[in-house]
């Protein structure tokens, strides 16, 4: 067994639409915590390699798969419910735990379809670990569209992701520990932000027990 350090990692959770540069600010965090002699780690969901990833690659790759607009958001939630006990793990030993995408865009991107309600879309993710922070990279509509092409995948379209932008707005209304940060900013000067406000946090959580999400 490894040594465990005393002071627990943060849980940081980065969200916004397709594009908003997520991935890109992810890897740049990790990598600048590392440097500064904070262990973290890059999480993603969905997590496409376990056995419900697979199920959720072939859905948003709009493979033959029947799935419903309920059984698929069970599915990205079972996703992170199955990951929970190694971010626990993770956390409790030292390790920052960055995540790109969490709960918000499960509710976020189920509730824009209408056919649950947002309480319905809430409920699976109640208690899984909380974020300590969670960045919100936010981008006008006409930045959007002079960013490179949408793939082909489910929901990568305009009209969705402004929806669903709209959504993580209101989601992200009432809540202190989120920080909404214009990504229409370069690469680097939202990536510093970034940094600063995740080593604030760091500190600030060391000491405290990791809380579960309630909704
Ligand atoms: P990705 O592009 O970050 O790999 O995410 C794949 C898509 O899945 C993206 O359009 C957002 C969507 N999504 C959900 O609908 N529910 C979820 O719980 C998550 C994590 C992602
Ligand atoms: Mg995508």
Known sequence: TTMCSNKRGALIVVEGVDRSGKS???????????????????MTFPDRTTLTGKLIDDYLKNKDCKLN??????LFSANRWENVEKMKSLINCG??????RYSYSGIAFSAVKKVMN????????????KPDLVFLL???LEEMLTRPGFGNERYENMSFQN?????????????????????????????KKLVDISLNTIREVESL?????YF
């Open 95 to 100: 390790v920052t735990l960055v995540i790109d």
């Open 69 to 74: 607009d309920q059984a698929i958001h069970l």
């Open 118 to 129: 947002l309480d319905w879309c809430k409920q699976p993710e109640n208690g899984l670990p």
């Open 24 to 42: 890109t600010q992810c890897k740049k965090l990790v990598e600048a915590l590392e440097q500064a002699n904070f262990p973290a780690k890059l």
């Open 163 to 191: 929806n669903v932008a709209n959504m993580y707005n209101s989601l992200c209304s009432d809540k202190d520990n989120w920080v909404k940060i214009n990504a229409a900013g370069s690469i680097e000067e939202v990536h």
């Open 138 to 140: 936010t981008i006008s």
């Open 209 to 213: 027990p990791l809380k579960s999400l």
